[in-house]
């Protein structure tokens, strides 16, 4: 007569095993899932509180100013006498006529930047990141930035695999 076995066979360590190894598979697949879900989650809402930032703060300029004094596209001279919406590099927005001072936003290496002076001083504040580009068209339509007593502002941002596009039109209420 067999006594109590108190240890297990290896049919039931085998079987017990394959079971955890199932059992662990699906957990990495949905830990796996979860985290790639919050990255995509996490790089878009930093692209929209970055594009709602920086328009707020590009807004608020333009409503102070009194007139675009600079549009410029890269590597191109000024293009503020245009009709048409422009990727632009360097825009300025004066807003002290006695003075000429202007408020400057420049786009370069994925950034814009934000300035106070003259309208051909540099721009040396970081506003935001991820930007790609930013266009500007007069508003409204038929009318030459010099003319215009609005803007369309759009920006496009970009991180990693994510991107984003936010646009607005801005009055000057100082014009």
């Not at 001279?77 to 927005?93: C, G, T, Y």
Request: proline share 1%; hydrophobic share 45%; with cysteine.
């Amino acid at each position: 007569m067999l006594g109590y076995n108190r240890g297990y066979t290896l049919i039931e360590l085998l079987i017990s095993m394959g079971i955890m190894f199932v059992v662990i598979i699906l957990a990495m697949a949905l830990f796996n899932a979860n985290v790639s879900n919050f990255e995509i989650i996490s790089n878009e809402s930093e692209l929209q509180f970055q594009s709602q930032y920086i328009l707020n703060f590009i807004s608020t300029r333009i409503m102070e100013s009194v007139k675009i004094e600079l549009i410029r596209i890269e590597g191109a001279a000024s293009v503020i006498n245009s009709k048409r919406e422009f990727s632009i590099s360097k825009m300025a927005l004066l807003y002290n006529d006695q003075l000429n001072l202007c408020y400057i936003f420049v786009v370069k290496n994925n950034r814009i930047y934000y300035g106070n002076g003259n309208s051909h001083d540099a721009a040396t504040v970081e506003l935001g990141r991820y930007i790609t580009e930013m266009k500007a068209a007069p508003y409204p339509q038929g009318k030459t930035f010099a003319e215009a007593r609005a803007l369309r502002i759009t920006i496009r941002l970009r991180k990693g695999n994510q991107s984003y596009e936010a646009d607005q039109i801005i009055y000057m209420r100082n014009s």
